[in-house]
């Protein structure tokens, strides 16, 4: 209780300082992490993204490891999803297989058996379809001479639908409503910030004619995915754009994370923002004013930290359509700053809100997870982050970051009022 309240206090000190100055956003936390209760309001639902690290260095390993219902790493990712228990849940970084296997076999093996003594939970609608990640393109996109390799593919990926999602929800998805970008080619989108060889007179020819004609904008890929709550359909808006790393001075990756980003910003904002977006099979535009939607995912960018380009996520966080006025908060990802210090102490966002548990020599923890809706429509209540502190009962879940118990990244939720 001591420690907490230090840290409370300390926190509400950072709180203060940085609402004043980076953000108007409330902060949220769950004040127990041992009993993190359902929302009483019967039209609340709890939105939650989670980078889950279901990810495997093989096609099929997924599939072998989720066969063994005592794989710890998995039962940790159950459990934590049993604890927070979502209404509606994307996981990022969950390798795509055509048959669903790889989800059924969460489901039964693992959400369906109680976690150390945790309610099981029951996802019955589930939607998932091909990701970019490890799709051979044939060309050499990372110009190291071959055209295999994952730098090659049409997103980073060792071997087809690596590093994939999918999303789970209590409620039904309309299926046959559901759009995808997965192919929308990158030279599409007007005033891409398509990357520069620096050696040439030519402006943004990093990649050649040829390669801009193949190259997809989405790593992985973008779904529009209505769900209908209480009579009323939620779009749920679903990607998890490249990191803006692991590239050279051109910013290939920065670049794609940012555009990848303002796809969704542009999707929201209104017919004329979202004119240029088509479809995978060819229908045109975004939404419409009037629609409800909720932004769910890993999108690789922190608002004061890390190395966004043209920071990336105020695209979405001031997006005149979006309502992040509410910040889910975690103590434990404040306390876990602290500790470990180095990059950390010289951010300037508020590690309170952090979501994932990086390095902390490079680049330190950061806010990468969203769960954004919509102004119309919706209203946020409150949220959190699963990350527990030191003296939490439910500590053993996270760990430090390194070795990864359940996963580098935090689950995110938001409790919101469907009007
Ligand atoms: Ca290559
Ligand atoms: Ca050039
Ligand atoms: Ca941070
Ligand atoms: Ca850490």
């Known amino acids: 209780m001591k420690l907490k309240n230090t840290l409370l206090i300390a926190l509400l000190a950072v709180i203060c300082s940085a609402n004043s100055l980076a953000t108007q956003a409330k902060v949220c936390m769950p ?21 889950a690290f279901l990810n495997r260095n093989t096609a099929g390993q997924l599939i072998t490891d989720l066969q063994d219902t005592s794989n710890s790493q998995i039962s940790a990712v159950a459990e934590i999803i049993q604890r927070t228990r979502p209404d509606v849940l994307l996981l990022n970084e969950f390798d795509f297989d055509e048959n669903g296997e790889a989800i059924a076999l969460f489901q039964d093996n693992f959400l369906s058996l109680p976690q150390n003594g945790q309610k099981p939970i029951h996802y019955p609608h589930i939607y998932l379809a091909p990701s970019n990640t490890g799709i051979p393109s044939g060309l050499d996109f990372d110009n190291d001479g071959s055209t295999s390799g994952p730098g090659d593919a049409f997103g980073f990926g060792f071997f087809p639908g690596q590093f994939a999602m999918v999303l789970l929800s209590r409620y039904p998805i309309a299926d046959r409503k559901v759009r995808t970008f997965q192919k929308f080619l990158w030279k599409d989108m007007p005033g891409a910030l398509l990357p520069d060889d620096a050696e040439t007179t030519e402006p943004n020819d990093y990649y050649s004619k040829e390669e801009l004609a193949e190259f997809r904008l989405s790593s992985k890929s973008h779904w529009d995915i209505p769900i209908y ?149 919706l209203s946020p209540v409150c949220g959190g982050i699963f990350w527990p502190t030191t003296k939490d009962e439910s500590r053993y879940l996270v760990g430090d970051g390194f070795p990864v118990v359940s996963s580098d990244h935090h689950l995110v939720w938001l409790d919101i009022i469907v009007r």
Do not use: C
């Open 229 to 377: 709550i209480n009579k009323r359909i939620v779009h749920i808006l679903a990607a998890h754009p490249t990191p803006p790393v692991f590239d050279g001075p051109e910013d290939r990756n920065g670049k794609r994370n940012h555009d990848e980003i303002r796809f969704w910003a542009d999707y929201v904002k209104g017919r004329y923002s979202s004119r240029y977006i088509v479809d995978d099979h060819g229908r045109r535009g975004g939404l419409n004013r009037w629609s409800r939607f909720v932004i769910l995912g890993d999108y690789n960018a922190d608002p004061n930290d890390g190395d966004s380009t043209n920071n990336a996520i105020t695209q979405l966080l001031k997006n005149p359509t979006i309502d992040a006025s509410i910040a889910p908060a975690s103590l434990g990802g404040f306390e876990d700053a602290e500790n470990e210090g180095q990059l950390n102490d010289i951010h300037l966002g508020n590690a309170a809100l952090d979501t994932a548990d990086f390095n902390p020599a490079n680049p330190g923890n950061l806010r990468v997870d969203y769960v954004l809706p919509s102004k119309f429509g």
């Open 31 to 51: 004040n127990d992490m041992d009993a993190v209760k359902p929302s009483k309001h019967d039209r609340t639902v709890r939105f939650a993204t989670f980078n």
